[in-house]
């Protein structure tokens, strides 16, 4: 039954978007596109309407498993990538120089290969909002630990079919997100 709906309503956003010109343009998508914004759509209604949880990756952090370890991963997976650590945000220290307060753990982890990003750009310019690529570190009100990270399948598949070599190019970013996320959220060394 949910199956039916779901066709259902896409087909209806379909047709009624037809007449604004998405007729026009679905050949040029990337083939898996209805696929990513399907996928889209299940965890934006199972969130109850949070677009986070329908854009971005989310893995818990293995018991046992704290800040340094999870960053140590992270660095030690991006190794051979061409991805680069062009930044970190140490958020919960600044609040709590600011504040002089203890803060829950909140870091952010930002990575790039410039000549990716170039041709990324090139491609949209829009893309530029979504540069460098991001790795949350999250600490919840349990004490957990959570990395999240934009679902790049939507970088990837979600647009225009893209020229090579840059989707290639784009697929190797998402798998080396996916790799270093895996690695920070398990302990991979």
């Known amino acids: 039954m949910r199956n039916l709906l779901k066709a259902s309503v896409l087909g209806v956003a379909i047709m009624s978007l037809s007449g604004c010109g998405f007729l026009s343009i679905k050949d040029k998508l990337d083939p898996q596109a209805m696929d990513v914004y399907s996928g889209m759509y299940d965890r934006f209604v199972s969130s109850g309407g949070d677009l986070g949880a329908a854009t971005v990756w989310r893995m818990e952090v293995d018991k046992g498993l704290g800040p340094d370890d999870i960053k140590q991963s992270i660095e030690s997976a991006s190794v051979g990538t061409g991805l680069k650590n062009v930044g970190e945000m140490p958020l919960s220290k600044q609040l709590e120089l600011e504040t002089g307060k203890k803060q ?22 829009y893309f530029s909002a979504y540069l ?5 570190v999250v600490e919840d009100k349990e004490g957990r630990y959570w990395l999240y990270g934009l679902n790049m ?8 079919n893209m020229p090579e070599p840059f989707k290639s190019n ?10 270093m996320m895996e690695a920070g959220a398990h302990g991979g060394f």
Do not use: E, N, T
Request: charged content about 20%; some cysteine.
């Open 153 to 160: 399948d939507m970088f990837v598949h979600g647009g225009k």
């Open 170 to 179: 784009a697929q190797h970013v998402r798998d080396s997100m996916m790799k």
């Open 132 to 136: 460098p690529c991001r790795i949350a």
């Open 104 to 125: 829950r753990y909140l870091m952010i982890y930002q990575y790039c290969s410039p000549s990716i990003a170039r041709q990324a750009v090139d491609f949209s310019p």
